[in-house]
Every structure is written in C-alpha cells, then in structure tokens.
C-alpha cells in the first residue's frame, strides 16, 4: 500500500493507524484464536505499517505517523 501510494503520489505526508477491534468478553471465555485477532489487527497491523511508512518519510525527511 505504501509503495503503490508512493508511485501515485511522488510522496507520503502522513500516516494515521486507526483499525482496531475488540472481542467483548470476559478473558476466562475468550478463545486463543479471539485473543489472536485482537492483538494482531490492534498491535501488529500498525507495526508494519508503521515500519513501511517510516522507511519512506526517513528517506522523505518529512512525514507524520498518527496512532489512534
């Protein structure tokens, strides 16, 4: 998604990670698997993207990175 945003736009001003999900239960009823999709879409998915936009803006040396 970076580099096809980069090839459109000559450059990246801004990144803003705002996916987040919850599993409403109790943690002694919530599954592996439910814990698994928290973790993965609230922590891992802004990891690398946070990681392949600030490859680009370094090379930029501009760029903003926003975490809701």
Not at 2 to 8: L, P
Not at 49 to 60: L, V
């Amino acid at each position: 998604m970076i580099k096809e945003t980069v090839a459109t736009h000559d450059h990246l001003d801004i990144l803003v990670n705002n996916a987040g999900v919850t599993r409403d239960n109790l943690l002694m009823r919530m599954s592996e698997d439910d814990w698994n999709t928290v973790l993965n879409i609230n922590l891992k998915a802004a990891f690398i993207a946070i990681k392949a936009a600030a490859r680009t803006m370094m090379k930029q040396r501009n760029g903003r990175i926003i975490n809701i």
